[in-house]
């Protein structure tokens, strides 16, 4: 990370490390957070919601924040939410409003992105960049919740140079909605330094950190 922000001209503390921690113990995570790691990333609630509790059993002390990156069903939003105070994944009308709905339910701030969906599969998670601007709208309606910007994972095979370049250019019509949602949750272990010589400001980085994920965690 230090190598990719000098290179771009850019300084480590403009980007955020999510280390993501799926298929890996909680006590993992804790090894992490005596490392000095605070954020940390989850894609399957019935796995992190355990897991969270876990580390606050192990490490009572941590200010650790999770982000929740999978595709999230709506009726796992009140659960999320009892842990991850950041939400990389909004993809559509009826999230927002399972959010819109449960979010008044507890203290605090909440923050999110809007996931965008770079390919031509409209059965894959996210909002194509053409519907991006609607569903934005909706996300600045939430109570206690920021829209922090936009999320994507470059497509199998795709050339994440090419796939960052769709990404900054919806960064930029929402900043014409949204001028603070500046931020670009893009990277992960195969690219992220590439994404953060593209502006990347949030990187969500797995198996580069904790090795092959067990196959039976």
């Not at 931020?183 to 969500?204: C, P, Q, V, W, Y």
């Amino acid at each position: 990370m230090a190598s990719a922000c000098s290179a771009s001209g850019r300084s480590l503390t403009d980007v955020e490390l999510v280390a993501i921690t799926k298929n890996n113990p909680a006590e993992v995570v804790a090894e992490l957070v005596d490392l000095g790691q605070l954020h940390f990333g989850e894609n399957r609630d019935q796995e992190a919601s355990p897991k969270s509790v876990r580390l606050a059993e192990l490490r009572p002390q941590s200010q650790a924040i999770w982000h929740f990156v999978g595709q999230l069903q709506s009726n796992k939003v009140k659960s999320v939410l009892k842990y991850a105070r950041v939400i990389h994944s909004i993809d559509r009308e009826s999230l927002v409003s399972e959010l819109a709905k449960q979010l008044p339910k507890f203290e605090g701030n909440f923050s999110g992105f809007v996931e965008l969906n770079l390919t031509n599969d409209e059965g894959r998670g996210g909002v194509l960049p053409e519907n991006l601007a609607p569903l934005a709208e909706s996300v600045l309606q939430l109570p206690n919740f920021e829209l922090l910007g936009v999320m994507a994972v470059a497509g199998l095979g795709m050339d994440p140079a090419a796939e960052f370049e769709k990404v900054l250019i919806a960064s930029g019509k929402l900043q014409e909605l949204a001028p603070k949602a500046t931020k670009l949750s893009i990277g992960m272990s195969e690219d992220f330094e590439l994404a953060i010589s593209m502006g990347a400001t949030h990187i969500r980085v797995g198996s580069a950190i904790t090795g092959p994920r067990p196959l039976n965690p």
